[in-house]
């Protein structure tokens, strides 16, 4: 199985500030990485598919980068509604793996 | 707009069978991926198993002698089956669409 790598586990940040968020890959994935954002009691929400294609509906604040085994989410300014949990997954193989997961929390 | 609904039964005793259904509403059933993602109470989300357009499953190595994902294309259906289950099931289930459309996500709780 690919094994998937985020970092940090837990992040505090205030309004406004740029986030960073990195997911590794245990092997190159190509480009075939997702990203989720996950709100308490609420399903995930897909926000970048293939590394760096934003989602319909998706505020342009977030933005994807990377391929092969290095991937990077960012939001640009963080605002009140972002704070949440963040995912990656990888599609490129089965099964298919998420990362742990990036707590973004307010500072 | 794709709309994922789920119902299933939410408390089971272990080693009963784990049966979830989940309908898709307002969007061509055919040529995508249906996926069952579960999430044990606060912790990480787990890919468990997935059956694509043409009917072909895959599962979870480790869930592989439990698990059954199917499709009935005649009602917008996909259902997942977990045999034998045990407490290491409680989890939150949902099912998807490509990963893009989700459902609201059932509770499943396994206690004697």
């Known amino acids: 199985d690919i094994q998937m790598t985020q970092s940090p586990s837990s992040l505090s940040a205030s309004v406004g500030d740029r986030v960073a968020i990195t997911c590794r890959a245990s092997?190159?994935?190509?480009?075939?990485l997702n990203w989720y954002q996950q709100k308490p009691g609420k399903a995930p929400r897909l926000l970048i598919y293939?590394?760096?294609s934003l989602q319909s509906g998706v505020p342009s604040r977030f933005s994807g980068s990377g391929s092969g085994t290095d991937f990077t989410l960012t939001i640009s300014s963080l605002q009140p509604e972002d704070f949440a949990t963040y995912y990656c997954?990888?599609?490129?193989?089965?099964?298919?793996?998420f990362g742990h997961g990036t707590k973004v929390e307010f500072k | 707009q794709v709309r994922l609904q789920q119902w299933g039964a939410g408390l089971l005793k272990p080693s009963e069978t784990l049966s979830l259904t989940c309908g898709v509403y307002?969007?061509?059933?055919?040529?995508?991926?249906w996926t069952w993602i579960r999430q044990p109470p606060g912790r990480g989300l787990e890919w468990i198993g997935e059956?694509?357009?043409?009917?072909?499953?895959t599962y979870k190595p480790a869930l592989n002698s439990r698990l059954t994902i199917s499709v009935d294309t005649s009602k917008n259906l996909f259902s997942l089956r977990l045999t034998s289950v045990t407490a290491a099931d409680t989890a939150l289930y949902y099912c998807?669409?490509?990963?893009?459309?989700w459902g609201q996500g059932t509770l499943v709780t396994v206690s004697s």
């Open positions: 998807a669409s490509d990963f893009t459309y």
């Open positions: 307002g969007g061509s059933f055919s040529g995508h991926y």
């Open positions: 059956i694509n357009h043409s009917g072909r499953t």
């Open positions: 092997q190159s994935i190509s480009s075939d």
């Open positions: 293939s590394a760096s």
């Open positions: 997954q990888q599609s490129y193989a089965l099964p298919r793996t």
